[in-house]
């Protein structure tokens, strides 16, 4: 039962970030260049060593980019 429980909310999750992506893509959000691109990154068991740009082994370019082009947030 809690698989479905599990599974139910991971479906309700999808259908609000399509219905959001769709509201934004109307409404013409997307296109503003003005304002800021935000993004918001949630990693379950990363440690500080586990990405690149804090001198750990594993290879993460592409989030080494986002680190030397935006801002980190590390103080917390």
């Not at 599990?6 to 959001?20: D, H, P, S, Y």
Request: aromatic letters at 10%; glycine letters at 10%.
């Amino acid at each position: 039962m809690c698989a479905f429980k599990r599974l139910a909310g991971l479906t309700t999750t999808l259908i609000a970030l399509v219905f959001v992506q769709t509201v934004f893509a109307q409404t013409g959000f997307a296109e503003d260049s003005d304002r800021p691109n935000v993004i918001i990154m949630v990693a379950d068991d990363l440690g500080w060593n586990d990405v690149g740009y804090h001198g750990g082994n594993i290879d993460t370019p592409s989030l080494d980019k986002l680190a030397e082009q935006g801002v980190q947030l590390n103080r917390f």
